[in-house]
């Protein structure tokens, strides 16, 4: 079964801590993509990665970082600097940086009080 | 800044109905479009891709892209209580920044049984 799968469902942090969200593909993807959704509010590019060992800034990068090691996980962490972290965070793959079909994977919802 | 704009809704209609979304994007270059389905707390589910100016039809879904008039829409044909959920827009908006997908904040709908 491929698809793109994301861990964990729910993350409850105190603020001022570091989290890391995980996502992994099997689709053989090249390109994927971190988004962030808040109520009311379209999906916000946080960061994408083109392939390995090589990542952009997005729209909102800052109090973010990722990292590409391998082609199948793109880990997000939230730092202690992002202000606003409460939020829904999705992962998305295509097969190229220019195909914009894009695919979802469940997304975490993370909670910082 | 180049946006995608959805009537943000929400839409009721009821079971049987035909249910019409509808998108107006900002860059004349765009060349494609891409609705996603979301259901509430879920992720967004990729459900129709349009490339050219004119209709694609796939089973109860119609998407309609004029290029002209930078409007793009989704039609639903005999709407189910199965198709309520959020309906997001979304299309590669040029710019030094191709690859990018720019969101809607989606239209609610909802079908009525």
């Known amino acids: 079964d491929g698809g793109i799968t994301q861990s964990p469902k729910y993350l409850f942090r105190k603020e001022g801590q570091n989290v890391t969200l995980s996502c992994e593909q099997n689709?053989?993807?090249?390109?994927m993509y971190w988004y962030r959704q808040d109520p009311g509010q379209g999906l916000r590019l946080i960061y994408y990665?083109?392939?390995?060992?090589?990542?952009q800034k997005g729209d909102i990068a800052e109090g973010y970082s990722v990292s590409r090691e391998k082609k199948e996980s793109f880990p997000l962490t939230v730092t202690s600097a992002q202000k606003n972290p409460t939020a829904f965070y999705l992962c998305a793959s295509s097969i190229r940086l220019l195909d914009y079909e894009q695919y979802f994977g469940p997304g975490t919802r993370l909670t910082v009080t | 800044q180049k946006e995608v704009e959805q009537n943000s809704g929400p839409l009721s209609v009821p079971e049987g109905a035909i249910a019409s979304l509808n998108c107006t994007y900002s860059?004349?270059?765009?060349?494609?479009f891409f609705w996603y389905r979301q259901y509430s707390g879920k992720s967004p589910e990729l459900i129709m891709s349009?490339?050219?100016?004119g209709d694609k039809e796939d089973g109860r879904f119609t998407a309609q892209l004029n290029k002209a008039s930078q409007y793009v829409s989704l039609l639903i044909r005999d709407s189910q209580p199965s198709d309520s959920a959020t309906y997001l827009c979304?299309?590669?908006?040029?710019?030094?920044?191709?690859?990018?997908?720019?969101f809607g904040k989606g239209t609610l709908l909802t079908v009525n049984p």
């Open positions: 349009i490339y050219s100016n």
């Open positions: 979304a299309g590669p908006l040029s710019g030094g920044s191709n690859y990018k997908l720019t």
């Open positions: 860059d004349r270059g765009s060349q494609s």
């Open positions: 689709l053989n993807h090249d390109a």
């Open positions: 990665s083109q392939i390995v060992n090589d990542f």
